[in-house]
């Protein structure tokens, strides 16, 4: 088994549940079911969103959140990420008004309302996302599906949730899994801005497919290869493109598509 | 092949674009994808969303989007949905100003965010519901699921897309796929909406999980019946519980689970 930083934790308590039902014959069961809670994120002073999640590393969940929403710029200095368990909120604190804020209150001043923002300034981010020289080699991508594929795992015991994977080189590195389908992916972002990780070597793997918002995170995080068992979206491979970014889909067993990014991809492996 | 109202067209322009790339050998390869693009839903003069859709059926999107999320009230009367195709943008409009508005208002006076007034206000629209005294049979469940598996769609031509099919008995009558997680539930409340069907004899099946935000809407809609292939997660259940929704989840072949609203279970198949 690979040595992670952060691997899944099936059995940590508070991760699933036990309900109970019936089957078609009619007789009981009783069957582990992931849990699914609310997060409410604030940043300084202002209540951004409710997430639905699992659960775990919800500071790592609100950072990351607002990073890869364009909230947070890399440069702004955050001075405190405080969890009130009790109350299911995350304050991520700056030493000034972020950006963000600023930009919040001119649009609530014009439209009245904050929601249709997001969108804007996350296109908007992406635009100036020029993405690093790097290598992918195929026997690496092999070797990373072999061993995430066979980790314990939220997903191999209970189902219903998505994982994403923070990967270097065939290591994979750091493992979150969330119920929401962008959360696993944010909370490695808040891992990622908490720890100082380099971004240009890694490669980062999710269960779910590559759609737009996936591809947008992964550039945002200013990760260069993005791959997944899953398949696309056209607007996913047209962001991979304009990004940069290698986009690897559809991987089963040997076979893989590579869709845009083929210049850092070394097939090093005999077919 | 059972005759839908609305079925799936995965021929149809628009909905897939072929993309190039290469796959595992090096070979030069050319696949379907589906498309994605934003679609900004207006209510009156206030953004509301910014949704990543497929792109068909923008109005009932728009429409089944703010009944869902406890926008629009189920008396309040829609005086127009213009879908401006360049923009893509859609704008419901409501011969008043509808209750989400002036909340809204409140909200924004108070915290400056509409952000978070969201998913309160959908908790709390789940709180009065009681879903009405109905039946389903697991020859229904069977016969339903069979069909859709067999039916032509964008998930078998291109995939990395959902599907949730309104039903009746063992009859699919409204089949739609989206991008989007929550997006194919939302048109089919749209179309619900449009059309005045009823709501207490139908089931609504899912490709998805059963998450919370799935039970809420069926709840919100009024059907009785959410069925899946995918599985639970905790919250799910207990909302299914609580607002006494029959839910049905990891149907396979012949197997299936059932973990709230037994009683409108008639197993009527020996096994």
Redesign the interface.
């Known amino acids: 088994m690979p040595d992670l930083i952060i691997a899944p934790d099936p059995d940590a308590a508070g991760l699933?549940?036990q309900?109970?039902?019936?089957?078609?014959?009619?007789a009981p069961?009783a069957?582990h079911?992931?849990?699914?809670?609310?997060l409410?994120i604030w940043l300084n002073g202002?209540?951004?969103?409710?997430a639905?999640t699992i659960g775990d590393y919800p500071q790592y969940l609100a950072l990351g959140f607002l990073a890869n929403q364009g909230m947070l710029a890399a440069d702004e200095t955050v001075t405190g990420v405080d969890y009130d368990p009790e109350l299911d909120v995350v304050v991520v604190r700056t030493d000034t008004q972020t950006n963000y804020e600023e930009k919040?209150?001119k649009k609530?001043r014009t439209?009245?309302?904050?929601?249709?923002t997001?969108?804007g300034d996350i296109m908007e981010g992406v635009s100036g996302v020029s993405l690093p020289d790097a290598q992918v080699r195929?026997s690496w991508l092999y070797s990373l599906a072999h061993q995430i594929n066979q980790m314990p795992s939220l997903y191999l015991s209970?189902?219903?949730i998505h994982g994403t994977v923070l990967c270097q080189g065939d290591q994979p590195l750091v493992y979150m899994e969330d119920?929401g389908?962008h959360n696993a992916v944010d909370k490695i972002a808040g891992w990622m801005r908490s720890t100082g990780a380099t971004a240009e070597d890694k490669i980062l793997y999710t269960t779910g497919?590559?759609?737009?918002?996936m591809v947008i995170k992964c550039a945002i995080m200013g990760i260069p290869v993005l791959a997944s068992r899953?398949?696309?979206?056209?607007?996913?491979?047209e962001l991979a493109h304009q990004v940069g970014l290698t986009l690897i889909g559809r991987m089963r067993g040997?076979?893989?598509?590579?869709?845009?990014g083929?210049a850092r991809l070394v097939?090093d492996v005999a077919?």
Chains 1, 2 share one sequence.
């Open positions: 699933t549940r309900v109970v039902g019936t089957d078609q014959t009619g069961i069957l079911v992931v849990e699914e809670r609310p409410t202002r209540e951004i969103v409710t639905m919040l209150a609530t439209s009245g309302c904050a929601v249709g997001v969108f195929a209970a189902g219903a119920v389908r497919r590559l759609t737009s918002e899953s398949g696309f979206t056209a607007w996913g491979v040997q076979r893989f598509q590579c869709v845009a083929e097939r077919l």
